[in-house]
Every structure is written in C-alpha cells, then in structure tokens.
Nanobody, 123 residues
Framework: QVQLVESGGGLVQPGGSLRLSCAASGSFFSINAMGWTRQRPGLQRELIAT???????NIADSVKGRFTISGDSAKNTVYLQMDNLEPEDTAVYHCNAVGLRDTETERRWFDVWGQGTQVTVSS
C-alpha cells in the first residue's frame, strides 16, 4: 500500500504565502510523478501542478507566477509553494502520486490520492 500525507494548509490573509507538503510512504518500487489538485466550493476539481521526478514541472495558467512546485526524490515528497494568495485560492488541496509497485506476480502502476488539506485565504 502507498500512503500520502499532506501538510501545510491553513488560514492565511490575502497576499500571504503557504507551502504545502506531500510525502509518499509505504511499499512501492518508484514514484514517477506527483501533483496537486484543488477543489474550490461549487467548482470542479482543478489540476494545479505536476512534478515528474527526473523530468519537468507543469503549472496551471490560473496560478502561474504565484505557485511553484518542487520535489525531493530522496524523501518521496513534493512541495507546493503558494505566494500572493488570493481569496479565490480557497479550496481543499489534494496530492496525487503515480508510480510502480510490486505485487506477488508483477510490477503494476498505482495512482493514489491524499486526504486533502484545507487552504483558506481570508482577511
């Protein structure tokens, strides 16, 4: 089993910053990519950023220039640095990881999600 533990959410004033962390643990062969989505009240889940270990990053246009994603392969952890936060960034942020794990008979892809962390931007 692969588990994701998210941290770093909370309440921040407009213009402030937060850094979300997501750490993968458990039994797996490799983590290939991790990312963040968010779900704002009344809206569909939105892909915010992705990080490919050994590859590149992608940031959604809606947050480009304010959010940055980075990763630490040694810790199987990805970070989402969020700067100049706006009330519209209020959402539950979910972490996702894609990788490979071994079963008794084969190596298989997995795709897991974290529980989510609340980010509230309000004065």
């Amino acid at each position: 089993q692969v588990q994701l533990v998210e941290s770093g959410g909370g309440l921040v004033q407009p213009g402030g910053s937060l850094r979300l962390s997501c750490a993968a643990s458990g039994s797996f062969f490799s983590i290939n990519a991790m990312g963040w989505t968010r779900q704002r009240p009344g809206l569909q889940r939105e892909l915010i950023a992705t990080y490919t270990f050994g590859g590149g990053t992608n940031i959604a246009d809606s947050v480009k220039g304010r959010f940055t994603i980075s990763g630490d392969s040694a810790k199987n952890t990805v970070y989402l640095q969020m700067d100049n936060l706006e009330p519209e960034d209020t959402a539950v942020y979910h972490c996702n990881a894609v990788g490979l794990r071994d079963t008794e008979t084969e190596r298989r892809w997995f795709d897991v999600w974290g529980q989510g962390t609340q980010v509230t931007v309000s004065s």
